[in-house]
């Protein structure tokens, strides 16, 4: 492993802790439930915080054409990220109510539009730093130095119970946006050029084949693996800061102890590893629904069994998008798919907040369907080794 390998590892550790600590699924609804914010707020931080990083990729993957500097794009973006996490942490500790739910969405609407740079320009640095079928490992080394990160923060703040207040919850918000910051200065004097075309066309003059089609299809429903977190907060019925701790223990145990092994399944078969993580997922739906007694820890248990199901899905989706093309088509691909999923996760977060409103349907069994059409829908994406 040569210098600038290490330095992609330690910058996207830094990033991957901060995105644990400030997780849609995990810390912003403790915040928002602590700031007394109105509970339909609750319904729209995983499709905000997802579909804002995913929806500018097209038009972005358009004007990359123009900049084959990546890195500067990567930069802005960092510092985004940066401004918009201390806007969250100051509306957690200085407002209550609407007002705080509302500046907290603002403010994680630019969070996910800071991310939406650097999620397109990160894939060119990390094709330009690591050679194919090492990456989906890179990846995974990365996650699980994340992970251990935040399992030495989370796990101090299950002792402290009913102290457990906004303050604290405020304070990990902050230590993200610290965390970001690092990522940054590390990766800060890379350098990665993409060869992009001579006549710098911006027209939206996408040139595809099937596979990318079939690829939207297959990760359209697999974003269930993240629209599922927040019901597993709510139908816990415990008080949300005292969860908080477990769940983002959960999740940093699930992303230290999985992410290396899906690294290493995904750079034999992306697709296995989509396959195998959708029936992880399902399997924590059902001991939601099954464990007998809902407390801090049966729901910790539940939501660790998802948190691995998703680490799985990300690596493979990620894995397969890096691995199937190259150069600017890689770009295009990222940037067009990603928009896509943006749609859909808005369009179904629309649905189930409707669904949850005007009927008494079992969400997660439905849920529970569509992934288990992605896992079946794996067999028409093309190999991509």
């Known amino acids: 492993m040569n210098a600038r390998q290490r330095k992609l590892i330690a910058s996207l550790s830094a990033s991957k802790l901060a995105d644990l600590l400030i997780s849609a ?3 912003l609804p403790a915040l928002l439930l602590a700031a007394g914010a109105p509970a339909w707020m609750l319904g729209w931080l995983v499709p905000i915080r997802e579909s804002g990083a995913l929806l500018p990729q097209a038009p972005l993957g358009v004007l990359l054409r123009r900049l084959p500097a990546r890195h500067r794009v990567w930069r802005v973006g960092m510092h985004v990220q940066i401004l918009s996490v201390l806007g969250i942490a100051a509306a957690a500790l200085f407002l209550e109510g609407a007002t705080a739910g509302w500046c907290m969405l603002a403010a994680l609407v630019l969070l996910s539009l800071g991310r939406s740079a650097c999620s397109l320009s990160m894939k060119d640095i990390q094709a330009d730093i690591v050679e194919q079928g090492e990456r989906g490992k890179l990846l995974g080394i990365a996650s699980t130095i994340s992970g251990i990160l935040t399992l030495a923060i989370a796990v101090p703040l299950t002792f402290m119970g009913e102290d457990l207040g906004n303050k604290v919850a405020s304070g990990i918000t902050l230590f993200a946006a610290g965390a970001f910051t690092v990522g940054l200065v590390i990766l800060y004097a890379n350098h990665t050029r993409v060869e992009t075309e001579e006549d710098g066309s911006s027209g939206f003059n996408w040139r595809f084949d099937s596979t990318v089609y079939r690829f939207i299809l297959v990760r359209g429903l697999f974003v269930h693996s993240a629209l599922l977190a927040p019901y597993f907060m709510v139908q816990s019925e415990q008080d949300a800061m005292q969860l908080l701790p477990y769940f983002l223990a959960a999740q940093a145990l699930a992303t230290m102890l999985s992410s290396f092994i899906w690294g290493s399944v995904a750079d034999k078969s992306a697709r296995l590893t989509l396959q ?19 407390n801090v820890y049966t729901a910790g248990f539940s939501f ?9 899905v990300r690596t493979g989706r990620k894995t397969y998008s890096l691995d199937v093309k190259e150069g600017q088509d890689r770009t295009e691909l990222v940037a067009f798919s990603n928009t896509a ?3 859909i996760l808005l369009g179904f977060g629309a649905l189930y907040a409707m669904l949850s409103a005007t009927t008494d349907l079992n969400i997660v069994a439905i849920m529970s369907g569509a992934l288990t059409a992605g896992m079946l829908l794996t067999l028409i994406l093309p190999s991509e080794k």
């Not at 992880?280 to 809902?294: D, R, S, V």
């Not at 660790?304 to 799985?312: C, S």
């Open 276 to 294: 195998l993580a959708g029936g992880l997922a399902l399997l924590a739906c059902a001991l939601l629904n099954w464990l007998p007694e809902h």
């Open 304 to 312: 660790f069994v998802l948190a691995v199901a998703h680490t799985g």
């Open 25 to 27: 699924k995990t810390t």
């Open 341 to 343: 999923i943006g749609i």
